[in-house]
């Protein structure tokens, strides 16, 4: 399929559409070269140096690689900026089911890979959350968004007790959709408060070494947010 003539108004922004479409559509195969930027150039009647740029963005973007003396090779059919606000765009029930996926593997891995220096990061991340605590149990109002911020090192800290890079990875680009689902759930009196013997339960399985105790507890610390996020969901259904 021919590539459409880009306009005259954000000529970059217009090719780097028009090239995310045509790789996302499948006119070039993964692991196949694009047309080189003279080709590009003629068939989007703009100039080289425009293509040159979008094929920059791509290439930042992580669909396409550039291999000098070879040219411009595309390595993937989906834009990771455009999956990222796709998680970004979810609702906290997505985002909670899609966090026990992550968080019981790591917590499985954990519980034999860990190091004492991990222990002790999630140790140090429950204290000073409920350092914040009123005699309720509830986040101090001034102190929401730290609140947060400690309960998402806790779990960074385990996930990152896994010793997975990609997992880490992962993890770390998605928690900031946990972090905007938390202070959501924080904000709302039906949702249920933070338990921390929930989360030293998961800690302390860890540390016994026993993965499936670890995945068990993972699974439990987030079940319940994710059955009051579902009950709330069927009580506003029409």
């Known amino acids: 399929m021919a590539l459409q003539a880009a306009g005259r108004q954000s000529l970059v922004d217009t090719v780097v559409e028009q090239l995310r479409a045509q790789v996302a559509a499948g006119e070039w195969p993964v692991g ?7 080709a590009l150039a003629e068939q989007l009647q703009v100039g080289r140096n425009t293509v040159r740029e ?12 550039s291999r000098q003396g070879e040219g411009t090779f595309v390595v993937s059919t989906a834009d990771p900026a455009e999956i990222m606000r796709g998680v970004q765009r979810a609702g906290v029930r997505d985002v909670l089911e899609l966090r026990i996926a992550l968080e019981a593997e790591a917590a499985r ?10 222990l002790e990061r999630m140790r140090a991340a429950l204290d000073a959350q409920t350092e914040l605590e009123d005699d309720h149990g509830q986040p101090d109002a001034d102190n929401v968004e730290l609140y947060a911020h400690h309960d998402i ?8 007790a896994a010793h997975n890079t990609a997992l880490t990875a992962t993890y770390t680009w998605f928690s900031s959709s946990v972090r905007e689902a938390l202070l959501t759930a924080l904000g709302d009196r039906d949702m249920p408060r933070v338990l921390h013997g929930d989360h030293r339960d998961l800690m302390e399985a860890i540390a016994s070494g026993d993965p499936d105790a670890a995945d068990r507890a993972a699974r ?3 079940e319940r947010p994710k059955q009051a996020v579902e ?3 069927a009580d506003r259904r029409p």
Do not use: Q, S
């Open 32 to 38: 196949e070269r694009i047309p080189t930027e003279h």
């Open 231 to 233: 009950a709330l969901l």
């Open 153 to 160: 090192e806790f779990h960074k800290a385990v996930v990152e």
């Open 109 to 118: 891995l954990a519980a034999t890979r860990h190091e004492p220096a991990d």
């Open 54 to 65: 979008a094929v920059r963005v791509l290439v930042h973007a992580g669909m396409l690689r």
């Open 220 to 222: 439990a610390l987030l």
